[in-house]
């Protein structure tokens, strides 16, 4: 079956960098984009931007485009999301997920980033 | 595109039939998503293009709307189905409305 398998939880300082990777299995990797999504805690959630796994073309929401980095290693079928200059509002969990018919039919179990000094 | 969700908490009974708002800023054309959230847990997949139920999701939930407008039913509220429940658009990028939490009453 489909799975996204992400990395665990973080604990970062203000303005550091913080790289989440998401390993999927269960279909070929290279068939669907991959992407991810902001939960801050206790509320909705933030498209970040997607990445298609065959070709590395990227595309992110504006509000992302300085904070996200996306790519993809495709001999191990990992995606990975690098977040950068790190601040408390970047404090969340963070969710990759696989695009089906535009519509986002697996979830990975979510990565919970936490930036404080 | 705005997507806003009524109520933002509903409290039911077991039993009841259930129904979540999710209205567009503009029209979306029927793509239109929801999500179900429980405590802890990644959001799944339960409704997509508005009315088509994605598999394995049981067939008390539906969903229905059309233009800006768009509904989730719960037909006979069961107790595992106690979870925040979002909607998303996908005609324009994407985004997500705020979320209804359904609690038991």
């Known amino acids: 079956q489909v799975n996204l398998l992400q990395s665990g939880a973080a604990l970062v300082k203000p303005g550091a960098s913080v790289k989440l990777s998401c390993k999927a299995s269960?279909?070929?990797?290279?068939?669907?984009?991959i992407h991810w999504v902001k939960q801050s805690h206790g509320k909705s959630l933030e498209w970040i931007g997607y990445?298609?796994?065959?070709?590395?073309?990227?595309n992110y929401n504006e509000k992302f485009k300085s904070k996200a980095t996306l790519t993809v290693d495709k001999s191990t079928n990992t995606a990975y999301m690098e977040l950068s200059r790190l601040t408390s509002e970047d404090s969340a969990t963070y969710y990759c997920?696989?695009?089906?018919?535009?519509?986002?039919?697996?979830w990975g179990q979510g990565a919970s980033v936490t930036v404080s000094s | 595109i705005q997507m806003t969700q009524s109520p933002s908490l509903l409290s039911a009974s077991v039993g009841d039939r259930v129904t979540l708002s999710c209205k567009a800023g503009?029209?979306?054309?029927?793509?239109l998503a929801w999500y179900q959230q429980k405590l802890g847990e990644a959001p799944k997949l339960l409704i997509y293009n508005a009315n088509s139920l994605q598999t394995g999701i049981p067939s008390r939930f539906s969903g229905s709307g059309s233009g800006t407008d768009y509904t989730l039913t719960i037909s006979s509220l069961q107790p595992e189905d106690v979870a925040t429940y979002f909607c998303q658009q996908y005609n324009s990028w994407t985004t997500f409305g705020g979320g209804t939490k359904l609690e038991l009453k």
């Open positions: 990445i298609n796994p065959n070709s590395g073309y990227t």
């Open positions: 997920t696989r695009l089906r018919a535009y519509v986002m039919d697996a």
């Open positions: 503009q029209n979306i054309n029927n793509y």
């Open positions: 269960g279909y070929t990797f290279t068939d669907y984009y």
